[in-house]
Nanobody
Framework: QVQLVESGGGSVQAGGSLRLSCAAS????????LAWFRQVPAQEREGVAA???????TYADSVKGRFTIFKDNSNNTLSLQMNSLKPEDTAMYYC??????????????????????WGLGTQVTVSS
């Protein structure tokens, strides 16, 4: 049974950093395509960053140069290093997984409809 459990959220001042982790069970992260999404109330879920099963990366324009997504195969986790945080980064962050690779442009990995498995989320709050 695939399970995803996020951790690492919290409150931080603008300009600060956080690292989110997503502990995976029921599969090995190096064989799946994984992504981070975020959502604020009354808005659609937004793709933030993704890494597919062959290691290709993609990021939303809003986080390029500030966020880094990576897999830790030894601990079977997905992480998101977030630097230079801004108040607009405030959201609930979700980890998502799919078992197969998408054959198409990388931006498809930032679309929630392509992911089958989801965690319950971790809250990130950035104050100005």
């Amino acid at each position: 049974q695939v399970q995803l459990v996020e951790s690492g959220g919290g409150s931080v001042q603008a300009g600060g950093s956080l690292r989110l982790s997503c502990a995976a069970s029921g599969f090995t992260v190096n064989t799946y395509s994984l992504a981070w999404f975020r959502q604020v109330p009354a808005q659609e879920r937004e793709g933030v960053a993704a890494i597919d099963s062959v290691g290709r990366l993609t990021y939303a324009d809003s986080v390029k140069g500030r966020f880094t997504i990576f897999k830790d195969n030894s601990n079977n986790t997905l992480s998101l290093q977030m630097n230079s945080l801004k108040p607009e980064d405030t959201a609930m962050y979700y980890c998502a997984a799919r078992s197969s690779r998408l054959f198409g442009p990388l931006y498809l990995y930032l679309m929630e409809k392509y992911f089958s498995y989801w965690g319950l989320g971790t809250q990130v709050t950035v104050s100005s």
